[in-house]
């Protein structure tokens, strides 16, 4: 099994920054591919950004490429999402997710979830 837990949401200013981490445990956190969600209410979990294993590869939901970058510490068996220049609608809940990926690219289905931290960004 792999606990994932996330960290880092909060209340913030439209065009301020925050910075989500997310911890993976309980197996060799390198084997797996890592991603960001976020569920805004009354809306469906929409994909926010993707990582491979290694670190190398990323994939981003078009609403926030430029703005959020994801990036991982294999030491630290951490994920982190670096959100700039946010805007209201971003707030949501945000949830990391791991899965065991064979291959070394960007996933888009996840087999652990967190259980989520709250963004709100005010306008």
């Known amino acids: 099994q792999v606990q994932v837990v996330e960290s880092g949401g909060g209340l913030v200013q439209a065009g301020g920054s925050l910075r989500l981490s997310c911890v993976a445990s309980?197996?060799?956190?390198?084997?797996?591919?890592m991603g960001w969600f976020r569920q805004a209410p009354g809306k469906e979990r929409e994909f926010v950004a993707a990582l491979s294993r290694s670190g190398s590869k990323r994939d981003y939901a078009d609403s926030v490429k430029g703005r959020f970058t994801i990036a991982r510490d294999n030491a630290k068996n951490t994920v982190a999402l670096q959100m700039n220049s946010l805007k209201p609608e971003d707030t949501a809940v945000y949830y990391c997710a791991a899965k065991l990926a064979v291959w070394d690219t960007p996933l888009y289905e996840y087999d652990y979830w967190g259980r989520g931290t709250q963004v709100t960004v005010s306008s």
């Open positions: 309980g197996r060799t956190s390198s084997n797996y591919a």
